[in-house]
């Protein structure tokens, strides 16, 4: 971890902002505490969803704070980060007090738009709020309304001793319940490349197709050993464990849609196209080549120690949380 107490950084040196916010996606969550500020998320004893507190899936650091939901009242906050839909329309009124629900505020949007691709309308209409998106595609297909907008760039963080090696003549697949989620996740895709491919699926969920879930901390050494790593998603935010292999230096197999065909160049740092064929067969050519795979890996670890490094995306967090409370604080000017 790059967690440090003492290190600078933000434009509030006296103290460090005081950040609520929902545990919505763990990895996420866990990538966004690696900022120089504090972190404070509502736990519910039955955990619903964004109230399971910290988990004992990843290893938090002292700047992650549990607060019962009854005491969240209570508490003194500096900024408001909405993940969900669900947060900004029902958990803010449930559990802030009307004074919280006044101070700076970000939503934080982790997805396209799943109604129409390009007319839909964003559920945060503010001027005084900031949208941050978490691809360029994302901020393109919304309809931002008057909320200023700012993307914010993944970053992750891999073991230093884990590395590529691609002995295992296999692709891989990271997905979460891709049963229950469908075309948009890649279910079909997924199924018909593996009639001709040798494919294994971890994520949770994914027992009846795959080996089952693989815990966050062991993912690394567990796929590292694979060929490629394909990633069948159709419609999503670029998946945080696209940008992982990446940065192990896993050569990328996917489709180019969203913000894919940015990540990854084509033919230099992995395969992408729209034509499954042709993936099917590059697929076959990678796993009859293991000297090629092995490029595209070491050009996949270039682009991600560049582009999804933790310290630029902890920096830009911080920015951002300092932006949305300095312009609260500064003074409104009225045109008459």
């Given at each position: 971890?790059?967690?440090?107490?003492?290190?600078?950084?933000?434009?509030?040196?006296?103290?460090?902002?005081?950040?609520?916010?929902?545990?919505?996606?763990?990895?996420?969550?866990?990538?966004?505490?690696?900022?120089?500020?504090?972190?404070?998320?509502?736990?519910?004893?039955?955990?619903?969803?964004?109230?399971?507190?910290?988990?004992?899936?990843?290893?938090?650091?002292?700047?992650?704070?549990?607060?019962?939901?009854?005491?969240?009242?209570?508490?003194?906050?500096?900024?408001?980060?909405?993940?969900?839909?669900?947060?900004?329309?029902?958990?803010?009124?449930?559990?802030?007090?009307?004074?919280?629900?006044?101070?700076?505020?970000?939503?934080?949007?982790?997805?396209?738009?799943?109604?129409?691709?390009?007319?839909?309308?964003h559920?945060?209409?503010?001027?005084?709020?900031?949208?941050?998106?978490?691809?360029?595609?994302?901020?393109?297909?919304?309809?931002n309304?008057?909320?200023?907008?700012?993307?914010?760039?993944?970053?992750?963080?891999?073991?230093?001793?884990?590395?590529?090696?691609?002995?295992?003549?296999?692709?891989?697949?990271?997905?979460?319940?891709?049963?229950?989620?469908?075309?948009?996740l890649?279910?079909?895709?997924?199924?018909?490349?593996?009639?001709?491919?040798?494919?294994?699926?971890?994520?949770?969920?994914?027992?009846?197709?795959?080996?089952?879930?693989?815990?966050?901390?062991?993912?690394?050494?567990?796929?590292?050993?694979?060929?490629?790593?394909?990633?069948?998603?159709?419609?999503?935010?670029l998946?945080?464990?696209?940008?992982?292999?990446?940065?192990?230096?896993?050569?990328?197999?996917?489709?180019?849609?969203?913000?894919?065909?940015?990540?990854?160049?084509n033919?230099?740092?992995?395969?992408?196209?729209?034509?499954?064929?042709?993936?099917?067969?590059?697929?076959?050519?990678l796993?009859?080549?293991?000297?090629?795979?092995?490029?595209?890996?070491?050009?996949?670890?270039?682009?991600?120690?560049?582009?999804?490094?933790?310290?630029?995306?902890?920096?830009d967090?911080?920015?951002?949380?300092?932006?949305?409370?300095?312009?609260?604080?500064?003074?409104?000017?009225?045109l008459?």
């Open positions: 971890m790059i967690f440090d107490t003492n290190s600078g950084g933000s434009m509030f040196a006296n103290r460090r902002l005081k950040v609520f916010t929902w545990h919505i996606h763990g990895s996420y969550l866990f990538y966004l505490s690696q900022g120089n500020y504090d972190l404070y998320i509502p736990t519910k004893e039955d955990k619903p969803e964004g109230y399971y507190g910290k988990g004992e899936t990843f290893h938090f650091g002292p700047n992650v704070h549990e607060v019962p939901a009854e005491e969240v009242r209570s508490q003194d906050f500096d900024v408001i980060l909405f993940q969900s839909r669900k947060n900004f329309i029902t958990d803010q009124y449930e559990i802030l007090s009307a004074e919280q629900r006044e101070l700076p505020k970000i939503y934080l949007e982790h997805d396209p738009p799943q109604e129409h691709p390009t007319l839909t309308h559920i945060v209409d503010d001027p005084d709020m900031l949208l941050v998106h978490v691809t360029n595609f994302n901020e393109l297909m919304w309809d309304n008057r909320t200023p907008t700012r993307v914010i760039d993944h970053g992750v963080i891999v073991p230093q001793n884990v590395r590529y090696t691609g002995e295992k003549e296999r692709g891989i697949v990271v997905i979460n319940n891709i049963q229950r989620r469908g075309r948009r890649g279910l079909d895709v997924f199924l018909k490349v593996r009639e001709q491919v040798p494919l294994d699926l971890v994520g949770m969920g994914a027992e009846e197709l795959g080996l089952g879930e693989v815990k966050h901390g062991q993912l690394p050494d567990f796929i590292t050993k694979y060929r490629f790593f394909f990633n069948p998603i159709r419609y999503t935010s998946g945080l464990a696209v940008c992982e292999a990446m940065m192990m230096g896993m050569p990328i197999v996917g489709l180019a849609t969203t913000e894919m065909v940015t990540a990854i160049d033919g230099v740092s992995g395969i992408v196209h729209t034509d499954m064929n042709y993936l099917i067969d590059q697929m076959h050519r796993l009859a080549d293991r000297t090629a795979a092995e490029q595209l890996g070491r050009e996949a670890q270039k682009t991600a120690m560049e582009r999804f490094n933790i310290q630029r995306f902890a920096k967090w911080e920015d951002a949380f300092n932006y949305i409370v300095l312009k609260r604080k500064a003074p409104k000017i009225i008459n």
